[in-house]
């Protein structure tokens, strides 16, 4: 696995891209969130590592919650591989979500994708279910996810492929189970911090 950290900002900050990052596993590229002015964040991070990041390569995208800084590249990003699809046939991307973020995740979009009402959620997204009783395989890595005690329904990632483990708290106040959950096994935690108390103070 490699993994290109994206943003480390919140939805205040005035200099970062909001949390997020690509995952390079065995079998795909997967971003974790996405966030404000996608394309922007991408070419920035591009320049910075010498990755070449394209949209249209990314397989999976997982969405911890359904905050603005986390999601709210998803339109971008859905209309831009909607009209790939139209115009190659290419497969939609796949997004990963746990339930809870399932049910609202229409609710979010529809007001600027729902194109008068013809388009709907299936027509930009082919929508996974992740499962906290189980892992799930997304680009040849083993997922497992958690809730986190964050304002709104929000899960923590952790990621294995090759004897390694990512582990990626998402959106928290700080948490020993999760610190537990976390660090169980892993080779690299990723932490947030954020100003409290729905968030990690440094």
């Not at 290109?4 to 200099?15: C, E, K, V, W, Y």
């Not at 397989?59 to 859905?78: A, M, R």
């Not at 939609?92 to 729902?114: F, I, N, S």
């Not at 929508?127 to 005690?149: A, F, W, Y």
Request: charged share 20%.
């Amino acid at each position: 696995m490699q993994l290109l950290m994206i943003g480390t900002g919140n939805a205040f900050s005035a200099q970062r891209f909001g949390c997020s990052a690509i995952i390079e596993g065995p079998i795909g590229k997967v971003m974790i969130d996405c966030p404000d002015s996608l394309p922007m964040a991408l070419r920035n991070a591009e320049k910075k590592s010498g990755w070449k990041i394209d949209q249209l390569a990314i397989t999976d995208l997982i969405v911890t919650h359904l905050h603005g800084d986390h999601c709210n590249g998803l339109e971008s990003f859905g209309f831009l591989r909607w009209l790939q699809r139209r115009e190659t046939g290419a497969p939609l991307p796949r997004l990963h979500v746990w339930k809870p973020v399932a049910d609202r995740l229409w609710e979010r979009l529809a007001p600027a994708m729902d194109q008068s009402g013809a388009a709907k959620l299936a027509d930009y997204f082919e929508i996974h279910l992740l499962n906290p009783d189980r892992e799930t395989l997304i680009g040849g890595m083993k997922v497992s996810c958690r809730g986190t005690q964050h304002p709104i329904p929000t899960s923590a990632l952790k990621f294995q492929a090759n004897g390694k483990v990512i582990a990626w708290s998402s959106d928290t106040p700080f948490d020993l189970a999760l610190i537990d959950w976390l660090s169980k096994d892993a080779d690299l935690i990723i932490h947030e911090t954020s100003p409290p108390p729905t968030h990690t103070p440094v």
